[in-house]
């Protein structure tokens, strides 16, 4: 679970910026997004193994 406090004189902005830098990083909103509708099996795996030859390929 994520947890911001205000930090002297921050503004509300300020704060919720650095809550949705900290989701961005934990990556919270992809999970959110991604489990938000019904991914069939083939699907995920479909993802799962171009998502696998894009990281090989990138390395």
Do not use: H, W
């Not at 679970?1 to 919720?16: A, H, T, Y």
Request: hydrophobic residues 30%; glycine residues 4%; positive net charge.
């Amino acid at each position: 679970m994520i947890k911001v406090r205000p930090r002297g004189n921050e503004s509300i902005q300020q704060l919720l910026k650095r809550f949705k830098r900290l989701c961005m990083r934990e990556g919270l909103t992809r999970d959110i997004k991604r489990t938000s509708y019904y991914e069939k099996p083939s699907e995920k795996k479909r993802r799962r193994s171009r998502k696998a030859v894009r990281k090989v390929l990138m390395a």
